[in-house]
């Protein structure tokens, strides 16, 4: 019995893997023109047609197929064009192979283009995404493939992407992971450690204030840290990948953005940036996301959860480098007070899950932020009404019964689930909450004892940062531009068109601004708060700590 049962499981195998394809690609980035010259072989088995396609946008590029060009297909019969998809008729189980290049409008990396495919000088960077053609699984297109990665790089270049370091590469991984990996090449530093028996690669352009092996131990230290939160027993091998966008910024200050892909993590830095919190915190948020994201995905359209996918991953990634350790007390009320803060006053802060979904991207400052701001709002209120209604583990019973509900099979997020769980898991006050909040998009306050025992909430006056007149152009012509009437720079004194021979700027409404003007033969010191509005929002501070002295006020 048993040995019938083993070998019609062997059968079954190995018919499973007869069936399997085969994609061939082949990359070979084009320094001298910005672009990529791709390859893509696709062997099929036994039907006489296959549909392939790029994504029609991604992030920030608005039109994926538009960067395509000199597209062409060989052993076909005949090819059909659809948009982003492509009909391909061929015999039966027959191989084709398509050629095109990557042309991207721009030979650099720059904040608004970060998604772009892209050959600098010295690397190529994209994610499969905005650049790769791959299969539309579904019917009888399989939906995983044996996929096959060959780089043809200038001499001394390196390579490495989400499923595979080296020149070539192989793996069983799904058409969208295809799409959902990150692909680098270039004069790259690449180290990779095991550690609890995981197994991390870190890819980068050595362009930054830190070494490889340090950002290799902290990624280390976030990863165990959250599967030892999520219990996690199978995390894979884990590449992380790191490019210079835009230019150096004055005094060792940090800009990072980052993507969650396929057992990866694609991050952006301005050259010469520093591992600080901000880093820390991106890398926590998106790592976070091979749960909250991936392995929970989303049924679409996916922008109505983004308030739970985006918000309840920041709110863990804090919870966990705080709990973990990682982050002392002060740290971790920085950036929960910085994210309340900015959610109100953010002027989105009414606006719908449709609303929010339609212009993620188009108002990422605003309509987008609110999203992570408002999920992790609620984490916070929520964790702590489940609590004061007896549910000893607070939002986490929720958070990971749905991964649990993942875990088990096919699942897919939506609000109705969120609804319905939340009801049965945290109590039945949760639906009036849910609909009030995450329906309805009412203000959300947070009560004082949120946070209990460890801090305390306390109404704070907060004065929104306002610099009063136009930093990069008056940077620019070193003259002051765009002076704001009535604003605090106008009051200290500051006029439009004062000649500037010294500054001190940053974003911190409540440091002060020094500046040197100079007016005929004076120089003038002129400095001043650089506040604008002003509101009274709830902050965080250590339990029995006395009120946090505010800065007095100049005038
Ligand atoms: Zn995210």
Not at 54 to 59: E, K, M
Not at 383 to 404: E, N, P, S, T
Request: proline letters at 5%; a neutral charge; aromatic letters at 10%.
């Amino acid at each position: 019995m048993a040995r019938s049962a083993t070998l019609a499981l062997l059968i079954a195998l190995s018919a499973w893997h007869v069936a399997a394809e085969t994609l061939t690609y082949t990359l070979e980035p084009l320094p001298k023109t910005g672009g990529i010259r791709v390859e893509f072989t696709w062997a099929t088995s036994g039907r006489g047609g296959s549909l392939m396609g790029v994504s029609p946008r991604w992030g920030n590029i608005t039109d994926v197929p538009a960067l395509l060009g000199d597209f062409v297909v060989q052993g076909a019969k005949a090819v059909r064009r659809d948009g982003a998809r492509w009909i391909v008729e061929h015999d039966r189980g027959a191989s084709f192979t398509v050629r095109y290049e990557v042309r991207p409008p721009r030979r650099t990396f720059d904040w608004s283009d970060t998604h772009l495919p892209i050959t600098t000088h010295s690397f190529f960077h994209g994610m499969g995404n905005a650049f790769l053609l791959v299969p539309e699984s579904g019917g009888d297109v399989p939906r995983e493939f044996d996929v096959i990665l060959r780089w043809k790089l200038p001499a001394g270049w390196r390579s490495a992407c989400s499923w595979g370091v080296g020149r070539s590469v192989g793996a069983r991984v799904a058409a969208t992971d295809v799409r959902h990996s990150v692909y680098l090449a270039g004069e790259l530093v690449i180290e990779k450690s095991e550690q609890d028996g995981r197994s991390v690669t870190v890819a980068m352009v050595d362009q930054f204030g830190f070494r490889a092996p340090r950002f290799l131990a902290l990624a280390h230290r976030v990863i165990a840290a959250q599967c030892e939160f999520m219990g996690e027993k199978s995390f894979p091998e884990f590449v992380i990948t790191a490019i210079p966008v835009g230019a150096p910024l004055p005094d060792g200050n940090t800009r990072a953005s980052g993507s969650g892909l396929y057992h990866s993590f694609a991050l952006y830095l301005a050259p010469r940036s520093q591992l600080n919190d901000a880093v820390e915190h991106l890398f926590a948020h998106e790592l976070f996301h091979y749960w909250n994201g991936r392995l929970l995905g989303a049924a679409k359209p996916e922008e109505l959860v983004y308030w739970w996918i985006e918000g309840f991953t920041d709110y863990y990634a804090l919870r966990i480098l705080h709990d973990s350790r990682m982050w002392g007390d002060e740290l971790f009320l920085k950036w929960l007070n910085r994210h309340i803060r900015d959610y109100y006053a953010n002027p989105a802060i009414g606006e719908s899950n449709e609303v929010i979904g339609r212009d993620f991207w188009k108002r990422r400052d605003t309509a987008g932020e609110m999203a992570y701001q408002r999920g992790l709002m609620l984490a916070v209120r929520w964790h702590a009404l489940a609590r004061r209604a007896g549910v000893a583990d607070g939002l986490d019973a929720l958070f990971l019964a749905m991964i649990q509900r993942a875990r088990q099979g096919a699942f897919e997020l939506t609000n109705d689930a969120i609804r319905t769980v939340g009801a049965e898991r945290l109590g039945r006050w949760f639906a009036a909450e849910f609909d009030q909040y995450v329906i309805g998009a009412a203000t959300i306050d947070l009560p004082e004892d949120a946070l209990t025992p460890a801090f305390r909430g306390r109404i704070a006056r907060i004065h929104e940062f306002d610099l009063g007149f136009d930093r990069e152009r008056s940077l620019k012509s070193k003259t002051a531009v765009g002076v704001v009437k009535g604003s605090a720079a106008a009051r200290a004194g500051l006029r439009e068109g004062d000649k500037l021979v010294g500054w001190k700027l940053h974003g911190d409404p409540d440091q002060k601004i020094a500046l040197d003007v100079l007016r005929g033969e004076n120089t003038r010191k002129i400095s001043y708060f650089p506040r604008g509005e002003s509101r009274s929002v709830i902050q965080f501070a250590p339990a029995g700590a006395k009120d946090a002295a505010q800065p007095a006020d100049p005038e």
